[in-house]
């Protein structure tokens, strides 16, 4: 039971920050592109990606929170290690 939490938090973790990532980029370069471009409805419609990166962002935080309960020996590991 441990090991199939640990993977699917593991993996909702890993595609949570993947996304948040990918969206911040898109965000970020896009803005960039429209404020050079002088294009305002473009930039306007990369502000309304900002709920997706939020969401995202929040599953990444809140499974690696969970992976941290569900295998506490390898955390407590990864501190002492520091």
């Known amino acids: 039971m441990k090991k ?3 993977k ?3 993996v909702t ?9 990918l969206t911040g980029m898109v965000m ?12 305002g409805p473009l930039s306007v419609f ?6 997706f990166a ?4 929040a599953v990444a935080g809140f499974s690696g ?5 569900v295998n506490p020996k390898k955390a407590f590991k ?3 290690a520091e």
């Open 46 to 51: 990369l502000g309304t990606l900002k709920h």
């Open 65 to 69: 929170f969970l992976l941290s309960y």
């Open 4 to 6: 199939a939490l640990t």
């Open 28 to 39: 970020v370069f896009g803005q960039m592109f429209a404020v050079f471009s002088m294009n």
């Open 78 to 80: 990864a501190k002492k």
């Open 13 to 21: 973790f890993s595609l949570g920050l993947l996304s948040f990532l």
């Open 8 to 10: 699917i938090f593991n």
């Open 54 to 57: 939020i969401r995202s962002a």
